[in-house]
């Protein structure tokens, strides 16, 4: 793995081995962190590939900060390395919702999915698609929730954009959870809407529905 000023990863652990990135549990300057390292990707033309990941990993920082600004919580970042494509951040001791969904009673699905709406709305509403927004993408810790992955984030106000966030989540729950499905959307929902009005909503269920009847990668200009 790559080294650079500040890190010390002889002592990283990894986390998970993504098909982009390494996650390395580590330490920054004293402090327990999370590396997160874009690899070099062999199938692609390196000097493509160089500019990918330093685009991503610039994207992901400044999407991190934006979705604070939106009041959702994501974890700090330590450092930014552009060259070797990392960023150290806050570890955050907390499981994955979709490690956690089958275990939670009723009611902790529903607060946990309810939170979950509201934050997807504070992002749409600040103009900001998450763009992979699955259980995988959301850490629950201390009864709160923590987003990462904001790799393919981008600044938007389209419906059409936001209506692709929320049928990712969608397909999501009916595909990983789907005995929860029905009332984790259920709370999903209620508090997008609350998010980002009745209105809204309406228009972005609308949205979702022409996507999917359109089908899957169909896009409409
Ligand atoms: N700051 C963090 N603290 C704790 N765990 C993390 C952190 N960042 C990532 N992870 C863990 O690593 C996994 C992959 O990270 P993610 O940013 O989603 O990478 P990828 O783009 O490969 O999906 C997450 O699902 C989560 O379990
Ligand atoms: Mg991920």
Known sequence: MSTYPGADDSKGQLIYRGAEADLVLGRWQGLEAVLKVRKPLAYRLPVLDDAIRRQ???????????????????????????????????????????????????????????????????????GIMHGDLTTANVLR??????????????RTPRLEDHAVDIRLIKETLIGAHHREARSALEAFYRGYSEGVGPARHKAVLRQLRGIERRGRYARVE
């Open 141 to 154: 810790r201390d009864g709160s929730l923590v987003f990462l992955d904001f790799g393919l984030s981008y």
């Open 56 to 126: 991503r990993t610039l994207r992901e920082a400044e999407m991190m900060h934006q979705a604070k600004k939106a009041g959702v919580a994501t974890p700090f970042l330590y450092n930014v390395d552009v060259p070797s494509a990392t960023l150290t951040m806050e570890y955050v001791r907390g499981d994955r919702l979709r490690d956690v969904v089958g275990s939670m009673t009723a009611k902790e699905t529903e607060g946990a999915f309810f939170q979950f709406g509201r934050d997807a709305a504070s992002l749409h509403s600040a």
